[in-house]
């Protein structure tokens, strides 16, 4: 008996305040590498060290001395962490930044891009640091299989932010920081032997011809993104439907279809009679198998040493714990690289594993209810854990997720099964397809729908929102950390969210009447979109060749669905804008210099109107529109503003506030607000409130 109780104590251990010290330990240290991320200075590791020599003389405090000890010594050990890493290895590799230098790698993965070009993964050693660099070669470079060994005199370039997408922050969280994009092939030397990772992609490879073959495009898109996560074949308008309704993750290869491989093969096994150790080694060799597969993500390595975790508690006589697990792979994932930390898919994992995991269980337990509401109301938990990620990273969330959740996953969950299937059989079972397919066709069908429902999305872009959003989501983690009731914590998230649908609200009549001028781009052309009090225009001031994906982010970003007029500089780019804003109602269209072009042609769904004289006048219900060849003039009558965008390289100009796109300027422009130059490259928001006070604030 007194055996029984002391393995029943064990296996019930780290349920009291003292056995969360690991959990302390892990959280504290991950908010010390959050701060360091914002910007927080080594000697702030003091003060963290300093609280911990005070615990020791503070008498109340003792009785919870060890948890509060390990927290101090977490948020010190986070800073310090960050820091270190930043000094002795990033710097290092940054340094390289613009240099040439000859150097040897393994390539590790390859992908084809347009024409015969194609991108190598090099995994090599630069400064003493292990790093992989994706090295994009020209067509005169013959093909390399994974495996192969390539000299190369490289010229390194430092990944820099992107306003269109999270390169840098993403490329960063897999340990990357700098890229090759010029290089001279010195040797190369073929991988004759066996590799492994190789041969899963041969046959990832050969499993999507299939696919591919034997379904619609879009349909073999959707069930290829969900079996391997490349969504590189599907189109804007499905990735933005998915995401809009809160079911993009179905395309991620998350944890959830980690678990639900990792479920079919625990399930078999067990069918198997295998003994918990054989269940425990074939799952691990399944989550390895399936990491080499996939496009490996950080939610799949959460994912997989979570699963790993839970298995290899019942082995050593101890429960699973599901946020013991969660920190530990949080650990595990920040160790070795810690710009983790400013990864979206790894706070959208963590995140979401913390409301299936932790938060859901704990509101639903003890509701008496038929199992669909009560999983709706899981579904809600876990929405409201991942909405705080969802709008301070990426400025959108979902306001339909946990209905769409409950009713479309299930149908996507039905096509993977059977995809996976097809995977297992080596496509002798490929006749499954075509139904596997017509659930892909439901799935986008019913998630396009629903995405253009009103208000099936929110997107938050005003920074007291956000602030607002990050108060809430400490002040809800307070309470479930004190085990406050699950009725006390509901109410708190309905408070908030009535307080926060009150800031959005006061901060749209704020900004009404607030004048915005964002100049986006690349470094050889330049878009402007303009706004103030609901009237929107955007106009294209340069004349290269280009696909406007900086102007579709930031209309995506700030939420904006309609424009009043679009001026383009040249009808080349019509088609290209007629893609990117197909999502956005467009009142005019004006093309200011007139080539050959159909009388019945349409842009974007409007007969185009072409410039006499390259100029163009126009008046919306708050600002004027001058534009002249390049130069384009925007005037708020009421308030006697004038606001001038223009090339670097032209003349001098007056008015109240001046922008420079494409570079550096000598001109001595006379600017009562604010004179303002864009780099090449940069993007810029300008914006002019009701008193006359500008703020200039980068993009990206």
Known sequence: MAAQEDVNGNRRAGSGLRGRCAECLILAWTVGLLSAFFGAPAFVSLIPAGAAVLLFAVKPLRKHRLPLLLICLGLAGGVLHWHCYDRFVKQPLCALDGMTEICTGTVTEREQLAGERAKYTLRMKLRGHRTEIEWYAGSDVPPLRIGDRVTLSAAFTRIRADYRFHTQSYQAGLGRYLRIYDADVLETRADKGFSLRRTLRDYRAYITEILRTRLPAEDAALLESMLFGDTSFLSDEARSALYH??????????????????????????????????????????????????????????AGLMLLLSLGAGLVGRYGDALRSLCLAMCACLICTPYVIGSVSFWLSVSGTFGIAVAAPYMTDGIKAPKLLRNLAELCTVAVSVFPASVLLCGETSLLSPLCNLLIVPLAMCALYLGLITVLTGGLTAFLLPLAGLLCRAVLTVAEFAAKLPFSHLTVSAASVRVTVAAGAVLLLLMLALKASPRKTAAAVICMAVLLSGAAAAERIRTYRELRIAVVGGEKHAEVLISCGGHTAAADLSDSVHDPQYLRRYLSDTGLTHLEALVLHSPRNAAAHQAQLSAVTVGSVYVQSGTAWRGDAEICGRAAEFLEGDTLRMETGTFRILLEDNVLTVTLPERGITAVILPADAPAQEADAVIRWGGASDADDKAAIRCITAEEGGSILLRITADGRAELSPLG
């Open 245 to 302: 309704t809160g079911i993009g993750h179905i395309t991620a290869v998350s944890g959830l279809h980690l678990i639900f491989f990792g479920a079919m093969i625990m399930r078999l096994l067990k069918r198997l009679r295998c003994s918990a150790r054989q269940i425990f080694a074939g799952t691990a060799l399944t989550v390895l198998l399936f990491a080499l597969t996939v496009d490996a993500s950080v939610s799949v390595q959460r």
